[in-house]
């Protein structure tokens, strides 16, 4: 982790809201990916990143380890977008695979313009879909997924690795 995000998590922790926002802004577009890949649409998603950040905020003092801010705060965000699915009595949706573009972003945007892996994509169970794109969109290793999703490492790289094998298959 850079030195300024660590310096900015410690004036954080000190109440400094500037240091947070800026922060916040490192993080957003990946936090929104994922809030509106949980949540199917972008209104409930920019609510559950809201409320997740909030949180955050108000949490901050909480965090152990200022290195694993961005596992912390998708964690919240995991968690905060579990509960309101729950409250409305759905499952994770898979979004359309139209949808699939505001998901992706940068150096991968060319490569997920395949209408074919959109598709097989969206043919993965949401877990499974979602350990693959956080792994891609957030750089996200095995180890901190485990964190957000509270599962061993070897359980997401077994998770990771079939879902991997199955899309090689559907894109064959």
Same mark, same amino acid.
């Given at each position: 982790?850079?030195?300024?995000?660590?310096?900015?998590?410690?004036?954080?922790?000190?109440?400094?809201?500037?240091?947070?926002?800026?922060?916040?802004?490192?993080?957003?577009?990946?936090?929104?990916?994922?809030?509106?890949?949980?949540?199917?649409?972008?209104?409930?998603?920019?609510?559950?990143?809201?409320?997740?950040?909030?949180?955050?905020?108000?949490?901050?003092?909480?965090?152990? #380890?200022? !290195?694993?801010?961005?596992?912390?705060?998708?964690?919240?965000?995991?968690? %905060?977008? /579990?509960?309101? +699915?729950? $409250?409305?009595?759905?499952?994770?949706?898979?979004?359309?695979?139209?949808?699939?573009?505001?998901?992706?972003?940068?150096?991968?945007?060319?490569?997920?313009?395949?209408?074919?892996?959109?598709?097989?994509?969206?043919?993965?169970?949401?877990?499974?879909?979602?350990?693959?794109?956080?792994?891609?969109?957030?750089?996200?290793?095995?180890? #901190?997924? !485990?964190?957000?999703?509270?599962?061993?490492?070897?359980?997401?790289?077994? %998770?990771? /690795?079939?879902? +991997?094998? $199955?899309?090689?298959?559907?894109?064959?």
């Amino acid at each position: 982790m850079e030195k300024d995000l660590v310096a900015l998590i410690e004036r954080s922790k000190q109440g400094d809201s500037r240091a947070f926002s800026e922060i916040y802004s490192v993080y957003a577009m990946d936090l929104y990916r994922y809030a509106l890949y949980m949540m199917g649409n972008p209104q409930d998603a920019e609510d559950a990143v809201q409320e997740a950040v909030f949180s955050a905020w108000r949490n901050i003092h909480n965090l152990r #380890e200022d !290195a694993s801010f961005k596992v912390w705060i998708f964690k919240i965000l995991s968690n %905060r977008c /579990k509960t309101e +699915l729950m $409250k409305k009595n759905k499952a994770p949706d898979i979004l359309p695979v139209e949808e699939y573009e505001f998901l992706i972003d940068g150096e991968y945007e060319e490569s997920f313009n395949s209408a074919e892996l959109k598709e097989a994509l969206s043919s993965l169970t949401p877990p499974d879909a979602q350990i693959i794109l956080l792994s891609i969109i957030g750089g996200f290793k095995s180890y #901190e997924l !485990a964190e957000i999703y509270n599962m061993d490492p070897a359980t997401i790289r077994s %998770r990771q /690795k079939r879902a +991997l094998e $199955k899309l090689k298959i559907l894109l064959s």
